[in-house]
């Protein structure tokens, strides 16, 4: 796991000496990614020059030292991540007579003879890996970018005047002399609705993210130029074909053939020449990962968690019994709120760009944790998406079940009855009786479902924080996006398979990817997300959705495999979020942090919001009439961005 960046500069106006310099300094803004070793290689003759940061974990010696050259001396690479195969490729290589020098056992060092043997687009289909990397060709005079197929490493990219600029994040861009960063207006809308500027855009002019599963190959005579990224691997086609032919065997070979492939998937993720360790929070994803880890090592794997003491945040208690049952070496640390607080100051430099999924913050904590006794933390992302974990996959399609029927005059009037209710009508007035304080929120979050024509406009309101993003801001339309370019949707039979889709392709690479990256990098922590396995992938879009949703619960295979290794009771209770209690913070500790960032005449100087809209969801939040948490702390991740990374605002 490591950092890179890089650039290719046209003008050829700067020395060798300098252009190393450069490189350097965006080096150093990714330290925290690779803390270990750093390197950098220039070709002043054509202008390209790359750079790189590393966090050892697959040969520790220098052998390993990136940027690496292939053993033919045509192609330069620097790379973040990890092929787990690299041994079997590395094998298949030496049947097939072909055996290079080897400097090492380094996964890099097998990736470059690959790409020499196979060529880089057969050398991509073959890794089962995590990775972003840039690869130079030195015939041809060609610079490849290329991301994994479910977008766990990041990597952004684009032109300023006659420089390529690339890094693994964009403060390592942000120092390049070239650089003239200006804010994507266009980006705002998509950020406000969806609490992350979605790939390809990004938040500045003219730098996107390179989406995941593609391969961008840029010419260096290009000047100016971006051709369009190819996509190696597809997740549509993999939903797409595997709802075309759907796996035809009982639902108990389903579950023997699901836990021998994760089974694999997490042993090749076991592989590390130094600790390892995962995270648990006792839910179902990330104890069927600890599960089939201890099943499969002889000492006990190292398990992390974080508790809190707020009731309804706390999941600890749960990941502690799973732990005991499993005999794992189990560490857990409770925070309080000062010291959850603590890190909010910290999340617009580790997220350099605006990003407001809360959970952020336990995230970056059980990162911080597992990091001081690990330097590999595997996790459980993907089972949501992979499996029907999310509550819109059941509620969406029943509730347009219940009110489709209905003409929308009708279910108009329904909306604005619901979005009337006064939280006081459950806490002091005639319905407190009832004891349901989220009732009234529960139904404003219906109201705003209710009004609208179709089914994919109603995933659209369920997943939007702001609904309505250019009420709130100036002159600016929102974007194309896979969410809203049905250019881009996958033809699937049934509606719950195809909002999974759309999360597996947004929300997942997007938010929760991001979320692990950063928060782990952040701390130097590599992290391993084995259910986004492809092969396990493709299988579960095999799956029928019986095999997923059974009696209206989730995930219902994923939960059979973990109850061979993790007694049923220790798992079944409802879904819990990882997050913190912004709406209480916001009306208490994070007050006038809050309204310095909210702050009309700032507002209105910045030029990005419309005030007035701001200051009334304020007032509200504050006065306990609505809960704002959401699209309040959106903005104020995004001033906070600001301010962090735009001091001249």
Known sequence: MCGITGFLDLTLGNSADECRAIVTRMNDCLAHRGPDDEGAWVDREVGIVLGHRRLAIIDLSPEGHQPMRS?????????????????????????????????????????????????LEKALERFNG?????????????????????????????????????????????????????????????????????????????????????LLSLPAAQAGEIPEPVAYWSAKAAAEQGTMAPFTGTKTEAIDQLDQLLRDAI?????????????????????????????????????????FHEDGYNEAQHAKAVAQHLG????????????????????????????????????????????????????????DELFA?????????????????????????????????????????????????????????????????????????????????????????EPLTVVSDKQQWAKLPDFTEWMMYLDLVSYLPDDI????????????????????????????????????????????????????????????????GFGIPIDKWLRGPLREWAEALLNPARLQREGFFNRAVIQEKWLEHLSGKRNWQYCLWNVLMFQAWLEANEPSF
């Not at 195969?85 to 072909?98: D, H, M, P, S, T």
């Not at 993720?269 to 995962?278: I, N, Q, S």
């Not at 997220?351 to 459980?380: I, N």
Request: proline content about 5%; overall charge positive; glycine content about 6%.
């Open 71 to 119: 053993d033919c001396g045509r192609y330069m690479i620097v790379y973040n991540g990890e092929i787990y195969n690299f041994k079997a490729i590395r094998k298949e290589l030496e049947q097939i007579g072909v055996a290079p020098n080897w400097r090492g056992h380094s996964d890099t060092e097998v990736m470059l003879a690959a790409i020499s043997h196979w060529g």
């Open 130 to 214: 995590m990775f972003a990397f840039a690869l130079w060709d030195r015939k041809e005079r060609v610079l490849s970018l290329a991301r994994d197929r479910l977008g766990e490493k990041p990597l952004y990219y684009g032109w300023m005047d006659k420089v390529f600029l690339f890094a693994s994040e964009l403060k390592a861009l942000r120092v390049h002399p070239a650089w003239r960063g200006e804010i994507n207006r266009s980006a705002l809308p998509l950020f406000l609705r969806h609490d992350y500027v979605p790939a390809p855009y990004s938040i500045y002019e003219g730098i996107y993210k390179l989406k995941q599963g593609t």
């Open 267 to 307: 042993k090749l993720r076991m592989e590390a020449d130094v600790p390892l360790g995962t995270f648990l929070s006792g839910g179902i994803d990330s104890s069927t990962v600890v599960a089939l880890m201890q099943a499969q090592s002889e000492r006990a794997i190292k398990t992390f968690s974080i508790g």
């Open 328 to 383: 794992t070496a189990h560490t857990e640390l409770y925070v309080t709120p000062e010291e959850t607080m603590a890190v909010i100051p910290r999340l617009p430099t580790l997220w350099d760009e605006p990003f407001s999924d809360s959970s952020q913050v336990p995230t970056f904590l059980v990162s911080q944790l597992a990091r001081e006794h690990v330097t590999v933390s595997l996790s459980g992302d993907g089972g």
């Open 389 to 477: 974990g999310y509550n819109r996959y059941f509620w969406g399609q029943r509730i347009w079940k219940n009110i489709g029927w209905m003409p929308s005059s009708w279910r108009w009037l329904m909306g604005k009855a619901f979005n009337s209710l006064s939280p006081q009508l459950f806490n002091s007035g005639p319905l407190h009786k009832l004891k349901q304080p989220q009732m009234v929120e529960k139904l404003q979050k219906l109201a705003e479902v209710v009004a609208v024509d179709s089914q994919e406009s109603m995933y659209k309101q369920l997943i939007s924080d702001w609904k309505s993003p250019e009420s709130v801001l100036f002159n600016v339309k």
């Open 513 to 576: 990817l991001v979320k692990v990256d950063r928060a782990s990098m952040g701390v130097s922590l590599e992290s391993r997300v084995p259910l986004l396995d492809h092969r396990v992938v493709e299988f579960a879009w095999q799956l029928p959705l019986s095999f997923k949703i059974h009696q209206n619960t989730g995930k219902w295979l994923l939960r059979q495999v973990l109850y061979r290794y993790v007694p049923k009771e220790l798992i079944e209770r409802p879904k819990m």
